[in-house]
């Protein structure tokens, strides 16, 4: 039988797959694990609980996410203390909860915090800080406020790549967000420049079968759909299919 911990790391690999319901899953048979023993590792199952809550989010099922990240936000605080870099962690997925579910301002907060815990834990140029502003610059930007956007996605862009090859998959994300916060202010050239080196990235960090190459060839198409290549747009989006 597997323990909690086994079922957490086959969970993370296949929600890196991007096979969300598996990982949901594995993540729920962790948690049942780590409940029914007879001494409970309170700091272990707040990650269960916001694994299990990401998954969720990738499911569509938010209400059930907003209650998983709530209760595992409250157990490390207890667990940790209020200003613990796992704290981090929970914080910006809760964030991301109240983003999908449509409150920015909550979001923003929560964002906020994870950014400030992560300054004082890892300094202002760490790839974790990186991605915090990365959160709060696809915020921005959902929020209408694009220009800041941008150069708040810029800045986590360049703070990634110099992270070396393991934060490539999440520059690759950044520069996707990029090019659609570029696209909304119409600077089509480099939103298509963006869109590609996020492309790029993609393929560099996870292989050409990566579940999130649609994504990246879709903002390529989208940028060089703008600019009235729209043969080639169609291609890269049936390709995409």
């Known amino acids: 039988m597997l323990t909690s911990s086994q079922l957490s790391t086959e969970g993370r690999q296949l929600f890196r797959r991007g096979r969300f319901a598996r990982a949901r899953d594995r993540f729920e048979a962790a948690i049942e694990i780590e409940e029914s023993a007879d001494w409970v590792d309170h700091g272990r199952l707040a990650t269960h609980l916001n694994n299990l809550g990401r998954s969720l989010v990738e499911l569509g099922q938010l ?18 203390g209020p200003r613990h870099p796992a704290l981090a962690v929970h914080f910006n997925s809760l964030g991301l909860v109240r983003r999908r579910q449509g409150d920015m301002l909550d979001a923003a907060d929560l964002y906020g915090k994870a950014l ?9 140029s ?9 959160n709060l610059g696809r915020l921005m930007d959902l929020a209408g406020n694009t220009e800041t956007a941008i150069d708040l996605l810029q800045a986590a862009l360049d703070v990634l790549q110099s992270g070396g090859a393991d934060w490539h998959g999440r520059a690759a994300s950044c ?3 990029l090019s659609t916060a570029l696209l909304r202010v119409k600077r089509y050239d480099d939103a298509l420049m963006m869109a590609e080196h996020g ?6 960090s996870s292989g050409p079968m ?3 190459l649609a994504l990246r060839l879709n903002a390529v198409a989208c940028a060089m759909a703008r600019m009235g290549e729209l043969d080639n747009a169609v291609d890269l989006w049936s390709w995409g299919l």
């Open 63 to 80: 209400e059930r996410a907003e209650r998983c990240h709530v209760r595992a936000l409250a157990m490390a605080k207890e667990v940790y």
């Open 199 to 204: 492309l790029r990235l993609e393929v560099a």
């Open 126 to 134: 760490h790839p974790s800080v990186a991605m915090r502003i990365h």
């Open 116 to 124: 400030q815990i992560d300054i004082q834990s890892h300094g202002p």
């Open 175 to 177: 520069a996707t967000n």
């Open 210 to 212: 990566s579940p999130r």
